[in-house]
């Protein structure tokens, strides 16, 4: 038997990369300043009990294999990967760090192709120079956007049942947006973690 923790993560800022300042920038537009303080204090909170609820799991780390929703790459990329954005701040990386120090594999998750086109079209719209050409980028990104998380849904379950290996416990850090449990084979096991 094989057992999958999903954790339905809540990106932070320190995740958006090099599009952090756009988001931010339309967060603040969308719902205020105040608001969007708020809301980085919710997620701080929220990440702050997911380490608390991982450390109270009691893993056998060796035998742990960690998936991440927006990483191509296991091995020694995906390791600077995790350290340089845990560095920068992003508590779901610094977790991902604490539990590879810990001895846990870190695995490949994502479709590089897919993730690029994802964020091809999120930059077109957060750099459109007009309200009408952000307004046609995001029609244009959402015509697209269910069938791609669909996309990337299978090629992640693909890579839990090609990474997770009988007897291990496999730690998935996903987006809300994703449905991953009903594609995975049936010997594994889903415990969703609150």
Partial sequence: ?????????????????????????????KIGRKR????????EKFWKG????????????????LF?????????????????????????????KKLIERGAKLEETESPELLRKEYEHIKAFLDAP??????????????IKDGLIEERDLFIAKAIDAGLKDGETGVLFIGAAHNIAPKLPMDVKVISLS
């Avoid at 952000?134 to 959402?142: P, S």
Wanted: hydrophobic share 35%.
């Fill in 130 to 143: 007009s309200r009408e050409e952000k307004a046609q980028a995001r029609r244009r990104y959402d015509e």
């Fill in 68 to 96: 991440q929703d927006g990483l191509p790459c296991g091995g020694d990329l995906g390791l600077k990967i995790v350290e340089e954005t845990a560095a920068k701040g992003s508590h779901n990386y610094q977790i991902l």
């Fill in 1 to 29: 038997m094989r057992k999958l923790i999903l954790i339905r993560i809540v990106h932070t800022l320190a995740d958006m990369g090099s599009v952090k300042d756009e988001l931010v920038e339309e967060g603040i537009a």
């Fill in 36 to 43: 969007w303080g708020e809301n980085q204090r919710r997620i």
């Fill in 50 to 65: 997911v380490g608390k609820e991982i450390d109270g799991l009691r893993l056998d780390y060796v035998r742990t294999r």
